[in-house]
């Protein structure tokens, strides 16, 4: 992992809380996500001689290497962490629910 992994993912992160409050924190994260994924084809398509000289799927298909894999990946993961863990998420109520009901039995 180089430090083009970590950056996209903060990138990602900021970019979904900015569109959070307009659409949510699942399709915030699936845009941005889109984004640095469209980002990696186009520089696929480019590798193979430009968008006029490939087919249509040719960036979708070739030239992928760990690298740009993990260049998409990150950000996706990023991404679903902060939706999974952020207040008002399922995986926060659950937590929630614990916590209240531990509570509630500690009390005598």
């Known amino acids: 992992m180089n430090t083009s992994h970590l950056e996209h993912a903060i990138i990602a992160v900021a970019f979904q809380c ?3 409050p307009l659409v949510g924190r699942w399709v915030g994260g699936s845009l ?9 084809i186009a520089q696929h398509e480019y590798a193979g ?3 006029n000289a490939v087919g249509y799927f040719y960036g979708l298909v ?3 290497s ?3 894999i993990l ?3 990150s950000p996706a993961a990023a991404c679903i962490l902060l939706a999974l863990v952020v207040p008002g998420s ?6 929630q629910t614990r916590r209240t009901n531990a509570a509630d039995r500690s009390q005598p």
Request: aromatic share 14%.
């Open 62 to 64: 070739h030239h992928w």
């Open 32 to 40: 941005i996500v889109a984004v640095f994924l469209g980002r990696e």
């Open 49 to 51: 001689g430009g968008p």
């Open 66 to 68: 760990p690298d740009s």
């Open 71 to 73: 260049d998409v990946l």
């Open 18 to 20: 900015l569109l959070w």
């Open 90 to 95: 399922p995986l926060w109520r659950a937590r």
